[in-house]
């Protein structure tokens, strides 16, 4: 469904992306780990054109595209089938949470508001602020802001979600309510990319998970594959690192 080959990207002197292949099957979620400036978060963004790679190719479904010289029309049609939910929520403040979900809808797909309001009311529905249509973002906890940016993915109906980090920014507390909600997603067969420091969610929701450092795929496999019996020394000492105390890897 999504295939990405040789992926690179630099910023200025400083290669970030150093030839990523990634394949992505429909209803996988994927789960990409790896240390700060690994290269996590530019390779979501090359992908859905936030960023513009320096080389490489995706391929969505019957839909190829060269990622360095793309057309605005090319980019257009990506953006169709993807959705991303971001660190920082990303919303309208000035706009309350059903417009802040409309708006992709009436935007960029042209859908008429009256059908746009009742796709947003059944994203909203669907991540638990049924009662929240009017609140503004100011209105609203970090968790359930964070739930208003996944309905605005979900009210896309896009081929895949990509999520950047969508825990990182939020209290401790309010860090379960947005995971239980991705699971939720997850459940019903969304195909998820998913930036993360959450051990849990990738182990308990994850198909295929990723260990990313230094502007490569360092280690794939299922769950169990890396962490149970990781192959690679350096995901040995990532995952001791941010799982002190649970694992004895041979290194």
């Known amino acids: ?6 992926i690179h990207k630099s910023f200025g002197k400083n290669e970030i992306l150093k030839g990523v292949d990634l394949k992505i099957n429909k209803g996988d979620v994927v789960v990409i780990l790896g240390p700060s400036g690994s290269g996590k978060t530019t390779l979501l963004r090359c992908i859905n054109f936030l960023e ?69 009311k059944k994203a909203l529905d669907k991540v638990g602020l ?52 991705m699971k939720e997603i997850a459940n019903e067969g969304t195909t998820m990319l998913v930036v993360t420091h959450e051990m849990g969610f990738a182990k308990d929701v994850a198909n295929k998970v990723i260990f990313m450092d230094g502007g490569v795929i360092v280690e794939e496999g299922t769950p169990h594959d890396i962490f149970v019996s990781p192959k690679e020394i350096r995901t040995k000492q990532f995952l001791r690192r941010v799982l002190p105390g649970s694992f004895d890897y041979e290194i």
Do not use: C, H, W
């Open 52 to 120: 513009r790679a320096d080389k490489g190719t995706a391929r969505f479904g019957d839909l190829e595209v060269d990622l360095k010289n793309a057309t605005k029309k090319e980019v257009q049609q990506v953006r169709k089938k993807t959705a991303f939910v971001f660190q920082n929520y990303n919303l309208f403040n000035n706009k309350p949470a059903i417009e802040n979900v409309m708006e992709g809808l009436v935007i960029a797909r042209k859908v008429p508001k009256a059908e746009a309001r009742e796709i947003a």
């Open 1 to 6: 469904m999504l295939e990405i080959k040789d």
């Open 130 to 181: 049924f009662e929240k249509y009017d609140y503004y973002p100011s209105q609203l906890s970090g968790g359930q802001q964070q739930r208003v940016g996944i309905a605005r993915a979900v009210a896309l109906n896009p081929d895949i979600i990509l999520f950047d980090e969508p825990t990182s920014a939020l209290d401790p507390e309010l860090v379960g309510e947005v995971l239980n909600t």
